[in-house]
């Protein structure tokens, strides 16, 4: 389903400050993705991602961040390939949670999709989708890359905010292999 269709006043409104490129702003789909939208605001409110960078950048595809220092817990995958219904297409704008090989290695790092990539579509887990900034995306998209699709030049994630609308939510639950 395209992200259009759950985009509501009372969802989680997440900022992103990009340094050099603009704000990017988000609309979290608790709904869609529940304990995934858990995790991203978990972290936006522990400021995580302040002064990460946005580290893997493919133009048609996608722009990659969040990978730091610090791991944070692993969360099941919320995607039909792992059990779980989540009918979120992943069209431009739309943002998901990066994992490896494990459905169930979800941490903190995500990828906004700068084109539409149907393949993506219940293998990874879609959980909200751009609302202001999509031509941030687009200019970050393009930057000059070396062949591991890392930027020469650092794009930086300045500061992350989240407007939960006076909602509250769970902690995220991590993954506990059995």
């Known amino acids: 389903m395209n992200y259009r269709n759950y985009l509501n006043q009372e969802n989680p409104l997440v900022t ?12 979290l789909f608790y709904e869609v993705a529940p304990n995934t939208v858990s995790n991203f605001i978990n972290l936006v409110e522990q400021k995580y991602y302040d002064g990460l960078k946005f580290h893997r950048i493919i133009p048609g595809f996608m722009i990659q961040g969040g ?16 059990g779980f ?31 539409t990539s149907p393949h993506l579509d219940g293998s990874y887990a879609a959980f909200g989708g751009v609302t202001q900034g999509i ?5 970050i998209a393009i930057v000059a890359k070396d062949y591991k699709d890392s930027p020469y030049d650092d794009v930086i994630i300045e ?3 989240v407007d939960k609308h006076g909602k509250s939510y769970p902690a995220p639950v991590c993954y506990e292999a059995k």
């Not at 992103?16 to 609309?27: A, L, P, R, S, Y």
């Not at 069209?91 to 903190?108: E, F, L, Y």
């Not at 031509?135 to 200019?139: C, G, H, L, T």
């Open 85 to 115: 219904q989540n009918l979120l297409e992943h069209t431009k704008g739309v943002i998901s949670m990066a994992r490896t090989n494990d459905p169930n290695s979800q941490t903190s790092q995500f990828f906004i999709m700068h084109a």
């Open 67 to 82: 990978g730091g220092e610090r791991t944070a817990c692993p969360i099941k995958g919320e995607f039909k390939l792992n």
């Open 159 to 161: 500061s992350v905010t």
């Open 16 to 27: 992103m400050n990009v340094k050099g490129f603009g704000t990017i702003q988000i609309e």
């Open 135 to 139: 031509e941030v995306v687009d200019k």
